[in-house]
């Protein structure tokens, strides 16, 4: 028999070959015969293309070799294998197939098989069958030496160095007796280095044998041992077996060690398991999951992510179409259905998003994209593909269409106050005008009254508007939230009533926070009567602060959320619970769950206004019946805290005698201004836009003490026209007023430093006295 270094596959003189071939590919089959025989074969075959003809043949003839496709109609290569391997034949096995993953490959080599060729190499054919033919003729001539070692030294020496592994015959003593030529190639040192020294010298390069090594477990046991040993001095992966040699006695003569060089396979083994796990990693990180479908027996194959999809052990869950099919949400198993067939007809794409639910009720939404795999025939056998678990994804991008739909609501609100604020202004001015010049007992000024008070109540409606679109005038101030709650305790407890208890959970010390106290107080009053009517037969309110770093992945469930440290003011009741089409519209501005005329409908959207205009976000949890719970996140300051105890107001002299130019282009405030001023003695200048006030400023050959403008204006706005009158004239005082408050002289709310502003609508009083404040000022 040639050794292991002939390499010809080609016999030296024509052969008998006695060949099975299992193809359901003709062509394939009559084309392997001739390259048998064009190699030198003399060929007798077989083809079959039927596991019963398999077994058939295997009883009653016998073969050289067996040739087989791994895919066959509805049973593969495997199904031979194992056939071959119940008969009981010693038959080398070959795999000739179109496509075999390396997995596959590797299972066909675990279960027997002595080579595998893929179709398009299929001229490699005589050498892979002369290789498998003298792999069996190797193990029958290994066989054979083992008789001969028994029968005689001579047979076995002519034979001991043929060997490709390396072998150590020991002796009871464990020292090295004899070695062959691979054991010499292996370790790098010539027979008189090795012979008469103990093995754990020889082979390990230790002074004392090594408890790791099969050696040792096989003198311990007294049975052939086998294991896999690292030697870092010659950096290889060493497969070793010792087996005991035994005395007619039964006891230990010699031991014989065999010891191969896997270091190369180890390496491919590790690298392929580094790259399932990296798979793994990333298909978890994405959510994203693989599968495979067999369209004949209905089974399925799954990547561990998408049993966490699906939300199912892999140790009691069996999968199937059927099965998985169930767990389609019922109102999309239609349209699954109709796209997994339609990919099947036309050997397409399979492409859906829907939803499933898992055994815990939960949904989820999951996109599917796979392709069909056809047989030789044409036939869809097999489907291939992924699934993505989406239902973060739908969530946020609900959560930033809800944000764009305040961003415009909000827009909306502001524009209206605006324009609102003007009417309020011109109605509150000219019936405090009238109040004041009505005696006590005229009749009309309870109708006067009346009016004054639906100024004030509509005043209220726009400064919500405010708050909710982010554009009111804020006074943040550094604060300790457990104070504005603790502040708030006697209040909230008359407001809520009796019937609901009242406790308050606050972690000390708490980080601070930069707020409009007025504001946040407003918020919890909100949050509270909200939780109030949500108890009408009574429970429990809990106030709880918390310091809590958002972490990145809060921050990608939640938008507009940046990570970091923020403070939370919780507020959670016992209450009746909302479900998810309320949460979904809760802030929007005059949104009402409660009876007509027993709310505005703004309560909670002013709390949205503040925590937003405050830096922060509102985020609200309930389930129908189960309570409701917001949670309020205002981001840390790092500064010292403020003095929260109010000033006390000075005594403001009302009237003056100064100019004043006034710069309002709704013509009815103008008016209102106008008269205000000159009944406290004031000399009145004025401009219906900012062209027409640097004109008149211009001309006027006086001094102008204070320029009073409207904010928003067309053309140009209250601030570029103070840019451009203050240099032309020095030391004149500016004062603002608006309804609407954009970003010309305001940032998040906050006015710059020095800037004085007056908030429509406003009083007759009010603006007298902020006048002569910003003059003395």
């Known amino acids: 028999m040639p050794g292991p270094e002939a390499k010809n596959p080609i016999p030296s003189a024509t052969r008998a070959l006695r060949v099975l071939i299992v193809e359901d590919e003709p062509a394939d089959a009559e084309l392997m015969v001739a390259l048998l025989k064009r190699a030198g074969y003399a060929v007798s075959f077989e083809i079959v293309d039927s596991l019963s003809s398999v077994r058939n043949l295997l009883e009653r003839d016998t073969f050289d070799v ?57 001229e490699r054919l005589p050498e892979v069958v002369g290789r498998a033919l003298r792999e069996k003729a190797r193990g029958e001539e290994m066989a054979r030496l083992q008789e001969v070692i028994l029968s005689g030294k001579r047979e076995w020496e002519l034979t001991f160095d043929r060997v490709p592994d390396a072998i150590f015959l020991l002796n009871e003593d464990c020292h090295v007796r004899r070695a062959n030529r691979a054991a010499v190639k292996l370790l790098g040192l010539d ?19 090594c408890l790791h090594c099969p050696h040792q477990w096989m003198l311990q046991t007294g049975e052939e041992a086998r294991g896999d040993i690292e030697e870092p001095r010659f950096g290889k992966v060493l497969d070793f077996t010792a087996s005991p040699l035994r005395n007619p006695d039964g006891s230990l003569r010699a031991c014989v060690c065999v010891v191969r060089d896997i270091t190369d396979r180890k390496r491919a083994e590790e690298a392929l398991r580094k790259s399932r796990e990296h798979l793994a990693r990333a298909q978890q990180i994405a959510h994203l999951g693989s599968w495979e479908s067999d369209l004949v027996t209905g089974t399925l194959v799954w990547s561990d992510e998408v049993y966490r999809i699906f939300g199912v052990s892999k140790e009691q869950f069996v999968g199937t179409n059927e099965v998985v099919f169930g767990m389609v949400h ?50 869809a056998v097999q489907m291939v593909g992924t699934v993505q678990d989406m239902t973060e994804r739908r969530q946020l991008e609900g959560q930033f269409r809800q944000a764009q739909k305040m961003e415009a609501v909000g827009r909306l609100a502001g524009g209206i106050a605006h324009d609102f604020n003007n009417l309020l202004t011109v109605i509150a001015g000219y019936s405090d005008m009238m109040l004041s ?53 006697k209040m909230l407890r008359r407001l809520i009533g009796e019937h609901i208890d009242l406790v308050t959970v606050c972690e ?31 429970g429990k309110l ?48 005059f949104f009402t769950t409660k009876e007509r005329g027993k709310g505005t409908g703004l309560g909670l959207s002013t709390v949205y206004g503040i925590v937003k205009q405050s830096g922060g976000n509102v985020w609200v949890y309930s389930e129908p019946g189960r309570g409701t719970t917001f949670k309020v996140y205002l981001p840390l300051v790092d500064e010292p805290l ?48 900012g062209a027409d006030a640097l004109a008149i400023s211009d001309q006027h050959g006086g001094p102008i003490h204070l320029l009073l403008t409207d904010v928003v204006m067309p053309e140009m706005s209250g601030r570029d026209l103070a840019s451009r009158v203050v240099p032309r004239r020095p030391g004149i005082r500016v004062l603002y007023m608006s309804g609407y408050t954009d970003d010309a002289i305001v940032h998040n709310g906050v006015l710059d430093a020095g800037t004085a502003f007056l908030q429509k609508p406003f009083t007759p009083d009010a603006l007298a006295h902020k006048v002569r404040e910003v003059l003395d000022g």
């Open 330 to 379: 019922p109102e999309d198993r239609e349209s699954v259905l109709q796209a997994s067939k339609k990919a099947k007809e036309e050997r397409g794409l399979f492409h859906i998003e829907h939803r499933i639910v898992r055994p815990d009720g939960s949904v989820r939404f999951v996109d599917e994209e796979a392709e069909v795999v056809c047989d030789a025939a044409g036939q």
């Open 642 to 689: 403020e003095d929260l105890r109010p000033v006390e107001a000075r005594a403001v002299p009302v009237r003056g005698t100064e100019t004043v130019l006034v710069v309002e282009d709704e013509v009815s405030v103008r008016s209102l201004v106008r008269g205000v001023l000159e009944s406290h003695g004031y000399r009145v200048l004025e401009a219906c836009h």
């Open 191 to 209: 027979f008189n280095q090795m012979i008469g020294r103990p093995c754990h010298e020889v082979v390990h390069g230790s002074g004392a044998p």
């Open 66 to 122: 067996v040739l087989s496709d791994h895919n066959l109609k509805t049973w593969t290569g495997t199904d031979v294998l194992e056939c071959l391997r119940k008969s009981g034949k010693d038959i080398p096995f070959i795999v000739v197939t179109a496509t075999l993953g390396d997995e596959a490959a590797v299972e066909y080599i675990k279960q027997g098989a002595a080579d595998y060729l893929l179709k398009h190499r299929l």
């Open 437 to 489: 010049r009505l005696a006590a007992d005229d009749p009309l000024r309870a109708h006067v009254s009346e009016i004054r008070s639906a100024g004030d109540r509509a005043a209220s409606l726009t400064r919500q508007l405010l708050a909710f679109s982010r554009q009111q005038v804020l006074a943040p101030q550094v604060l300790d939230l457990n104070a504005v709650v603790a502040n708030m305790d």
């Open 508 to 538: 000390k010390p708490l980080w601070r926070v930069k707020a409009d106290p007025g504001q946040l107080e407003q918020v919890i009053m909100n949050l509270a009567v909200n939780a109030r009517d949500a108890m009408p037969k009574g």
């Open 542 to 589: 809990t106030l709880e602060t918390a310091n809590v770093e958002l972490s990145g992945a809060y921050a990608r469930a939640h938008v507009a959320v940046k990570p970091g440290r923020y403070v939370m003011l919780a507020v959670s009741d016992t209450g009746c619970g909302m479900d998810a089409e309320t949460q979904s519209h809760l802030f929007e501005p």
